[in-house]
């Protein structure tokens, strides 16, 4: 029995139409390739592009829901204190605006819109409970407990607010006035 060989000698003009279609091939998945990383490159950048957006839209609630109570001054020690290079200190409104803190006047706004509050929802609720702070941040945009605790505190110092119960129980009502 005798094997048949295969025949590797193709004519020249065969190898030459072998290559063309190897060629043409390798072309055509290159231009598929090409195409998919086109339409991922798309893709990416309208990912891209909704982060951010989205990143944007954060960043603009974030300014909104902050307070200089709630940012921390970004200040870094300095080691030469007193030194003729510092800037001469700064006082009132400045200062508090420098140091995160409230100034008398933000103190003030929050006071008068905890007594609005507190007058609406008596008038609202005439036989409901006192409100909490809870209460209160829930009818005060842009405030956490934290932030109406000093203002509550001169409220109730000044006689303007009285107080049942105790920690986070805690009601707040008008005083009586006089």
Do not use: C, W
């Not at 048949?4 to 190897?22: E, F, G, M, W, Y």
């Not at 945009?141 to 920690?167: C, E, F, M, Q, W």
């Amino acid at each position: 029995m005798s094997a048949k060989r295969p025949n590797h000698a193709h004519s020249p003009n065969q190898q030459l139409i072998d290559v063309q279609k190897t060629l043409d091939s390798i072309e055509a998945l290159r231009a598929q390739a090409f195409q998919a990383l086109k339409e991922e490159r798309a893709h990416l950048l309208a990912e891209v592009t909704r982060i951010d957006e989205q990143l944007a839209q954060l960043d603009t609630a974030t300014r909104a829901f902050s307070t200089p109570a709630m940012t921390r001054n970004a200040r870094t020690p300095t080691s030469n204190r007193g030194s003729s290079s510092s800037p001469p200190p700064v006082n009132g409104a400045a200062s508090a605006a420098i140091s995160g803190r409230r100034t008398q006047a933000q103190m003030q706004a929050v006071q008068r819109k905890v007594l609005n509050v507190l007058s609406t929802l008596k008038a609202k609720k005439k036989d409901a409970t006192n409100p909490t702070s809870l209460d209160l941040v829930a009818h005060i945009p842009n405030t956490t407990p934290s932030i109406l605790a000093r203002p509550l505190r001169h409220l109730i110092d000044a006689g303007k607010v009285k107080t049942h119960g105790a920690r986070s129980g805690t009601r707040y009502f008008l005083a009586a006035r006089s």
